[in-house]
Each structure stands twice: as C-alpha cells, then as structure tokens.
C-alpha cells in the first residue's frame, strides 16, 4: 500500500508498531516518512498526526485479529475479556480518533480510507469479534460521512476477502478452499490488487462517501 502511494507521487507518513524491518522497508521509499506507533496510545496518535501537517488523506489500516490471548482463529469460547477489548481498542478506537485528529487538518477536504474485512460485511465463517470490529468501522465509515462532508471529507471502508498474504495466512485451510471454489474470481486477490483500490480512494475519489467496497473477488 505504501509503495503504492509513493509511487504516484503522495509523500506519507507511515507508522509501524513493533515490525522493525517492515519501518527499514517503508524509510527507503521516496517521501516516506516513518514512526514507531502503538495505535492504543491516543496522545502519541495524535502527536504524529499533528506533526504531519496539512493532509490530503488518512488510511488506517491497524488491526488485531483475534479476541483470544493467544492469537489465532478464535471462536466464541476461545474470547477473553482482555482480548476483546484490546480488539476493539485496536481495530476502531484507534481508527475513530485517528479521523479526530486528522480531519481539522485536512482545510480543502480529502478522503479517509478505513480498512475493513469481508467479515464485517458478509455472514462468513469468521471470528465473531473480529467481524463485530470490522461491521463497525462501517457504520463509522456511514456517520462520519454524513458529519464531515459539508468540510468536503469522504469516508470509505475497503474491505478485502481472502488475500494472498498478510492475516489472510491465518484462516484454516478448509475455508480457503472453499473461498477459492465458490469466489467469481476462483482465487485469492493480490496485496497489489488491494493496494491500487486504497490508493484510488486515498488519492483520487472525488464523490462516493458512507460506502464500504469489498474487494472480494465475488464471493
């Protein structure tokens, strides 16, 4: 995603939480400024937004997949109370005040791109509690559209299926398969599929706002 955003010419800044090869990648791309953030630490949050200056667009892409302390593909019995709330201290705490800070930054407008799920959208076979923070950065996406578009902010959630890398490497093989079978597209998408529709909604929308896009593939 940052990759592609440098390449047609945006200058980022990026955060990165405990991935210190994936910050040495992303400091050699042109105009691609760096931070070590925990997306939970609203103060720091805050802080880079304001030190990034005027913005043309926030993409939040942070999330925790799993409500079990362990990790993993969690069902309903695996769920902690620690691990729930962490989710969605992760996965739409931080993206809600994420568009707090940035959006008086944006004076001519621009666009917020919310990274969701196909979990949150369509009744799959998924983590419940994952699928609940994913359905409601929708609902977020929806509201949020409607309060900021008079100061000419578009809010969107992209939301993928089934990747061929990234969380997507989680899910049990046996759903893979059966997302391969019954999918329009017979196969998995590509992070440079998904990269170009988050770069088109960062970059250039113009108009479509309140919408949640899902990039799977037809399933």
Known sequence: MCQELTARGAEIVATVFTNAEA??????????????????????????????????????????????????????????????????????????????????????????????????VKGLPSPAAYAASKGALSAMARSLGKELGAAGIRVNVVAPGILEAGASRRIPESLRAEYIKHGCAHRFGTLAEAAQVIAFFALENTYVTGQTICLDGGI
Do not use: W
């Not at 925990?38 to 200056?53: F, H, N, P, Q």
């Not at 993409?59 to 362990?70: F, I, L, N």
């Not at 069902?75 to 962490?86: M, Q, Y």
């Open 23 to 120: 910050g040495e990648r992303l400091r050699a791309l042109p105009g691609c400024t760096v931070h070590a953030l925990d997306v939970r630490d609203t103060a720091k949050l805050r802080e880079i937004v304001a030190g990034a200056g005027d913005l043309h667009a926030l993409v939040h892409c942070a999330a925790r997949t799993s409500a079990a302390s362990d990790g993993g593909f969690d069902t309903v019995p695996d769920a902690t109370v620690e691990g729930f709330a962490d989710l969605f201290a992760i996965n739409v705490q931080s993206a809600f005040f994420a568009v707090q800070a940035a959006a008086p930054r944006m004076p001519g407008g621009g666009n917020v791109v919310l990274l969701g799920s196909i979990d949150g």
